[in-house]
C-alpha cells in the first residue's frame, strides 16, 4: 500500500469509511454530518456511501446525541459522535464526564463504552470566544477518558481508528485549521497507537513538545532556528490521556533545554502537567535552564484577527522562545 | 450459588392479579424490594452499612409491575432510588447487598454502591447518580436495538424531578423522531428531593408533557400493580411493534426520605401517613384475597420465604471479603486486548 497527499479531513473521512465497512456496528451521529456534509466538510459523501441510518443527522441536541452514544455503546454499538465545535461539548459534559468516563469503573468492569467523540478545537478561524476554544485540558483531567489530538493527516487517520478499535470512551480532537492541511497517508487501514508520543524532528540543542496545530508550527520554528545554527528536537505528544512521558523525558535528559508549546490557556493548561512531570523526573537533573511553557494568553479567544494572532502562539513567539530558552542561565 | 426471586410472569392483556403465577411473583418482588430495603435501612441506622442510599419503600409497585412487562433480554436504565427496578429485572439479592456493604463480591466490586448498581447479565444497564443521566442513555441503547434490528425494548425509568432536567427534553425529543423502541416510566413520588411537583412544574401531570413530543402520555395510579403493569404492558408493546416511545407516568410516595440526611421538614407527618394508608404491597394482597387468587397463608408463607432470602443475603454479603483497593488503576479502562 502506498502513501498519497490527503487532507486531514479527507483522512479522517477515510478512517471513519474504513471501519464502517469492515464493522456493522460502526455508525455516526452528529449535527449536519448528512447531506450537509458535517460543518467542516469532514463526513462529505459518508452519507451517500452509507444512508441516513448509518450517518445519523441529528437535532441540536449535544446531551442527546453523546448519551444516545453511551447507551448504544453499553450494547454492542460502536458510535462516532461528532461535535459540531468542541466548545459544544460543554452542553454535554455530563454524559461525557458522569457517564462515560465513570461506567467500567463505577459499575464494576462489566460494561464499557467503546465510544468515539470527534471534536474540532481551537482558534484561528474568526469565530471568536465560543467558537475557538481548546479545551483538552477538562477532559484529560477526567479518569477514564482517553484523549488524543492528531496534528497529522496520518495520525488523524491512525488515531480515530485506533479510538473507534478501543474499548473505552476516547476523545478525538482535531485542529480546525488542519482539516485542509494535506499530508502523507497510507491507505491501508492503519492505526496510530494510543498513548505513544512521537518524535518528529531530532536536534541536540534543544527539546519542543507540543500538541495540535502547534506541531506543525514548531516544525516550522525549527527549520528557521536550524538556520541560526540552533538543532531542536520536536515531540509530538499525540495522546495527551494516557500521557507517555518516555520520549520526552529522554529528549530532555538528552538537550538539557525544552520548550512547552499549546494554543489553550497556560493556567492549568496541559503542558503544566507536563512540566510537573519533568520535574518529579531523573531528567530534571540535566536541566540548563528552567523549564520554559509558551501559551495562549489566560483570556477568551477574541474575534478581530489581529487580535486571535495575538493571543496565541505563532511561529515567531515559538522561534523567539527558543532563542531565549539557548541564552539561558 | 444465586439468591434470586423468581423472575416476573406476563400476563398480556390480562391483570396480573387475575393470574396466580403471575401475582405470586409479582407479589413476591415487591416483598423483596421493601424488605430489602428496611434491612439496609436497619443495617444503616446500625452503623453497620456506611455512604448514602435511596429507599423506594412504599413505591414497589411502580418498579415491579413496569418490569414484569418486561421479556428478559430487554433493558432498563435505573435511577439514584433504583433497588426496585434492579430486583424487577431479576437482580441476585446477595450481590445486590454485598454491593452496599462494599465487597468485592457486590455488583460494582465496591466501586458503585446503592447508586450505581449495574447487572448486565439481566439487561439492568445501571442505577445512575445523576438525576436525568440515564434517559440519553436508554434512547441510544433503543437506538442500538433497533440498529442491530432486534425487537428488544427499554424501560427508562426517572422520577418527576428528572422532567426538569434538558436531559429529559433532549433525550424525549430523539427518542421520539426516531421512533425508538423505548418506555419512559416517570416515577412521580411528588417530590424532587425537597421540592414538591407542584412547585417544579406548571402542568398537573409529567405525561401532559408526552405531548409536545408528539407521543402518548399516561398517568396512572402507582400504587395500583395492575394499573401499571396494564399501562407498561401497552407501551411495551407499542415500542416493540416500532411504533415508538411512550411516557408513563405512575402517582406514587416515597414513605421514607429522600435519603439519608432527611427530616421531613418539606411535607407533614399527615400526609405521609395518608400515603402509608395507601400501601401497595396491601393493596394487592387484599386483592389477591378477594379475588380468591392466593389465600393469606399463602401470601403469608410467601412473604416469609422472600425474608429468608433476604437473610441469607444478609449472611452472605457479610460474610464476603472486602472490596480490593489493589485492583483500582487497573480498573479504570477496558484494557485493550480484553
Redesign the interface.
Known amino acids: 500500500m502506498t502513501d498519497r497527499l490527503i487532507t486531514y479531513s479527507e483522512a479522517i473521512r477515510e478512517a471513519i469509511g474504513q471501519a464502517m465497512e469492515a464493522d456493522p ?1 460502526v ?1 455516526m451521529m452528529g449535527e449536519d454530518i448528512g447531506v450537509y456534509g458535517g460543518a467542516f466538510g469532514v463526513s462529505g459523501d459518508l452519507y451517500h456511501r452509507f444512508g441516513a ?2 450517518i445519523r443527522d ?2 441540536i ?1 449535544e ?15 460502536k ?1 462516532i459522535v461528532e461535535i459540531q465545535f468542541s466548545d459544544f461539548t460543554a452542553q454535554a459534559m ?2 461525557i464526564v ?2 462515560a468516563a465513570k ?10 463504552v467503546p465510544m468515539v467523540l470527534r471534536a474540532p478545537l481551537g482558534s484561528g478561524t474568526g469565530a471568536a470566544a465560543q467558537h475557538s476554544q481548546s479545551l483538552e485540558a477538562w477532559f484529560a483531567h477526567v ?2 477518558l ?1 484523549v488524543v489530538m492528531p496534528a497529522t493527516a496520518q495520525d488523524a487517520k491512525g488515531l480515530l481508528l485506533s479510538a473507534i ?4 470512551p476516547v476523545m478525538v480532537l482535531e485542529h480546525k485549521l488542519l482539516y485542509k492541511t494535506s499530508g502523507p497517508v497510507t491507505e491501508a487501514a492503519i492505526r496510530t497507537p494510543i498513548g505513544k508520543s512521537a518524535v518528529v524532528r531530532e536536534g541536540k540543542d534543544a527539546v519542543l513538545v507540543a500538541t495540535g496545530v502547534m506541531v506543525s508550527r514548531s516544525l516550522e520554528a525549527a527549520e528557521a532556528l536550524a538556520e541560526k545554527g540552533i538543532q531542536v528536537t520536536v515531540i509530538d505528544v499525540r495522546t495527551l490521556s494516557p500521557l507517555d512521558m518516555e520520549p520526552i523525558e529522554q529528549a530532555v535528559a538528552a538537550t538539557g533545554r525544552v520548550l512547552l508549546v499549546q494554543e489553550a490557556p497556560k493556567h492549568v493548561g496541559f503542558m503544566a502537567e507536563v512540566s510537573a512531570r519533568l520535574a518529579e523526573s531523573k531528567s530534571i537533573y540535566s536541566l540548563e535552564a528552567p523549564i520554559k511553557r509558551l501559551c495562549g494568553m489566560d483570556i477568551p479567544i477574541p474575534y478581530a484577527p489581529q487580535l486571535e494572532r495575538a493571543v496565541v502562539p505563532q511561529i515567531p513567539n515559538i522561534i523567539d522562545a527558543v532563542v531565549e530558552l539557548m541564552q539561558e542561565p | 450459588m444465586s439468591n434470586k426471586i423468581t423472575p416476573l410472569v406476563a400476563t398480556g392483556n390480562q391483570t396480573l392479579s387475575s393470574n396466580p403465577d403471575a401475582a405470586r411473583a409479582a407479589l413476591a418482588a415487591m416483598w423483596a424490594v421493601r424488605l430489602f430495603e428496611e434491612a439496609v435501612d436497619s443495617l444503616f441506622a446500625r452503623g453497620l452499612m456506611h455512604g448514602t442510599m435511596h429507599l423506594s419503600i412504599g413505591q414497589e409497585a411502580s418498579a415491579i409491575g413496569a418490569c414484569a412487562a418486561l421479556r428478559e433480554s430487554d433493558f432498563i436504565t435505573s435511577t439514584h432510588r433504583g433497588h426496585g427496578h434492579c430486583i424487577g429485572k431479576g437482580a441476585d439479592l446477595t450481590r445486590m447487598m454485598a454491593e452496599l456493604l462494599a465487597k468485592q463480591t457486590g455488583y460494582c466490586r465496591g466501586r458503585g454502591g446503592s447508586m450505581h448498581i449495574a447487572d448486565a447479565a439481566t439487561g439492568n444497564l445501571g442505577a445512575n447518580g445523576i438525576v436525568a443521566g440515564g434517559i440519553p442513555i436508554a434512547a441510544g441503547a433503543a437506538l442500538a436495538q433497533k440498529l442491530q434490528n432486534k425487537d428488544n425494548v427499554v424501560m427508562c425509568f426517572f422520577g418527576d424531578g428528572a422532567t426538569n432536567e434538558g436531559a429529559f427534553h433532549e433525550a424525549v425529543n430523539l427518542a421520539a423522531i426516531w421512533d425508538l423502541p423505548v418506555v419512559f416510566v416517570c416515577e412521580n413520588n411528588k417530590y424532587g428531593m425537597s421540592f414538591s411537583t407542584e412547585k417544579s412544574m406548571k402542568v398537573d401531570n409529567v405525561a401532559d408533557r408526552a405531548s409536545a413530543y408528539g407521543i402518548p402520555g399516561v398517568t396512572v395510579d402507582g400504587n395500583d400493580l395492575d394499573a401499571v403493569y396494564a399501562a407498561a404492558q401497552e407501551a411495551v408493546d407499542r415500542a416493540r411493534r416500532g411504533e415508538g416511545p411512550s411516557i408513563v407516568e405512575n402517582i406514587t410516595y416515597r414513605w421514607k426520605g429522600h435519603s439519608k440526611s432527611d427530616k421531613n421538614l418539606y411535607r407533614t407527618k399527615e400526609e405521609i401517613e395518608q400515603w402509608k394508608n395507601d400501601d401497595p404491597i396491601e393493596q394487592f394482597q387484599d386483592k389477591l384475597e378477594s379475588l380468591g387468587t392466593l389465600s393469606r397463608d399463602e401470601m403469608t408463607a410467601l412473604a416469609a420465604d422472600v425474608r429468608d432470602k433476604i437473610r441469607i443475603a444478609i449472611q452472605e454479603a457479610t460474610t464476603a471479603p472486602d472490596s480490593d483497593p489493589a485492583e483500582l488503576l487497573a480498573s479504570v479502562f477496558r484494557q485493550v486486548n480484553s
Open positions: 456496528s455508525f441510518e448509518r441529528t437535532p441536541s446531551l442527546g446525541i453523546v448519551g444516545a452514544a453511551v447507551g448504544a455503546a453499553l450494547v454492542g454499538m458510535p455530563d454524559q458522569n457517564q461506567i467500567h469503573f463505577m459499575l464494576g468492569g462489566e460494561l464499557s479518569p477514564g482517553k478499535d478501543d474499548p473505552n
